[in-house]
């Protein structure tokens, strides 16, 4: 099928399937990337920074590597998870050997409520903070609503029907797998509820992010494709494939989801008509979009498309975007784009990185390559501070003078999950399954420094550093970070 790619006004699009060694070479050895087969681009593109064709190549190769590993990757994390529900299902690992012997071995279903994902079983808390829900601070809970639905996204239906209905009393929409044209696979999963309060109505929209063992999530967050869309900007193209770009078709403001070379749901057409529907059922309604990690670019790639289709009424309802290890969505120009769009639509937009997080310091940004963060960083180190900053620190992660640090800091996390239940309260107790993750970091910190745990602590911590960045004038911020307000 051929890539339509008139939509966009420039391109850079990498494909690892094509790609061999001597191609890498001669990759770093000529400017002229359009002579390469492995690179997708206009006719007459160059590159004359070598360093940024090393990081493309990089990239590539990263991506080769991925999809070297999918399988045993996959076929790992679903041992490890069906590993985790067994003993779980016969509650322990005592109660699981004593009913294999008496013949009364309880086997988990992946369909059932009672089976958790590898995510949900690191963080094992499904119900909402009281105090906050009771507080009556309106930010205050839209966050800890977008990280509890940002965390459930990655269960299966009936655990996610059991925690939207049952725990949380409220009304869930829909849970989908939604069709990525260009892997010719369902790889976006997504969400909405609905939070019916007298005449008032919220509605989330909740995308999965990356899974531990997922080859082709990780991909997309290495993959330094682009499109350049004109008056917007440059944006991450793996993001626009699983949000619902279309090979055929681009991105077509109105489309049918069965046409006659594609069969499946595209994420943003399904969740867009679904908004427009409870629109017209009640004109108070307001929306919320989150996401973790890839479910948070797809988060804030979700109102951009929205406003490339100038979809007034939907962005007038739109109340805030909430992302959690974020990685780079597109370029400068699309940050100004969408500080812009966000203000004139008066948009909160959250943006939260936690510590030694690695995903929100990828693709790469520095004065070779072009995806920049936009907007309010809310960063918080691994003793909970908060601090309110334009980027957060080390933001490219691969720095040889971060590496002691960053070791040090995993040694303090694994030290930290033995003693928070005892310094933060019960609730903040870790697992055994999490205590042992935690050790990875000593390999790689970025890694369990992603994981939702800690990012649910940040918000039920530090809810107060949750307010309206738009009202905190740029010299205020410097003043209240200065001074340790926000220590």
């Not at 995308?207 to 900007?233: C, H, K, M, N, Q």
């Not at 030290?415 to 999490?434: C, H, K, Q």
Request: contains cysteine; proline residues 3%; charged residues 25%.
């Amino acid at each position: 099928m051929v890539c339509d790619k008139s939509f966009s006004s420039s391109y850079m699009l990498l494909n690892h399937e094509e790609v061999g060694v001597f191609d890498l070479v001669h990759m770093l050895r000529s400017h002229a990337i359009e002579k390469r087969n492995f690179v997708d681009c206009p006719k007459g593109m160059t590159e004359e920074n070598f360093k940024q064709r090393w990081l493309l190549s990089m990239s590539v190769l990263a991506q080769k590597m991925l999809k070297s590993i999918k399988k045993p990757l996959a076929a790992m994390g679903s041992g490890i998870e069906y590993w985790l529900n067994l003993v779980s299902c016969n509650r322990n690992l005592s109660g699981l050997i004593s009913n294999w012997i008496r013949g009364e071995m309880i086997r988990p279903e992946r369909s059932l409520s009672t089976f958790i994902s590898f995510t949900g079983c690191l963080d094992t808390r499904i119900e909402l903070d009281k105090d906050i829900v009771e507080s009556g601070d309106k930010d205050r809970y839209n966050c800890l609503l977008s990280i509890m639905a940002a965390k459930a996204s990655y269960e299966n239906h009936a655990y996610l029907q059991h925690i939207v209905i049952d725990i949380w009393k409220m009304e869930l929409l829909g849970s989908f797998d939604f069709w990525n044209d260009y892997q010719q696979k369902a790889t976006t999963q997504a969400f909405i509820l609905r939070d019916k309060k007298e005449d008032s109505e919220l509605i989330v929209v909740a995308f999965r992010g990356t899974e531990t063992f997922d080859a082709d999530a990780w991909s997309s967050d290495v993959d330094l494709s682009w499109y350049e869309l004109p008056g917007i900007g440059k944006v991450h193209g793996g993001f626009m494939k699983a949000l619902g770009l279309q090979k055929s078709l681009g991105w077509p403001e109105e489309v049918t989801h069965r046409t006659k070379n594609l069969e499946q749901p595209l994420a943003y057409y399904v969740i867009r008509d679904m908004l427009k529907q409870a629109l017209k059922e009640n004109n108070k309604a307001k929306f919320i979009v989150t996401g973790h990690s890839l479910g948070g670019a797809l988060a804030v790639l979700f109102p951009a498309v929205l406003m490339s289709h100038n979809e007034v009424e939907l962005l007038d309802m739109l109340e805030g975007v909430y992302t959690f290890g974020q990685p780079r969505v597109g370029d400068k120009r699309f940050g100004k784009f969408m500080k812009e769009n966000f203000e004139k639509f008066n948009v909160k937009y959250y943006r939260t990185v936690y510590s030694n997080d690695l995903v929100p310091r990828l693709p790469y940004d520095d004065s070779t390559m072009m995806f920049k963060h936009f907007g309010t960083c809310l960063y918080f180190d691994s003793f909970y501070n908060g601090k309110i900053m334009e980027e957060e620190p080390n933001k490219n992660y691969f720095s040889p003078l971060s590496a002691l640090p960053k070791l040090i800091n995993a040694v303090w996390e694994i030290i930290r999950s033995f003693m928070i239940p005892y310094t933060r309260g019960a609730d903040y107790n870790e697992g055994f399954v999490l205590k042992m993750y935690r050790f990875t970091g000593l390999l790689i910190a970025g890694v369990p420094a992603h994981g939702l745990q800690d990012y649910v602590n940040v918000v039920r911590l530090g809810s107060d550093l949750y307010k309206d960045p738009r009202l905190i004038k740029d010299n205020d911020i410097k003043l209240m970070i200065d001074d340790g307000t926000l220590m």
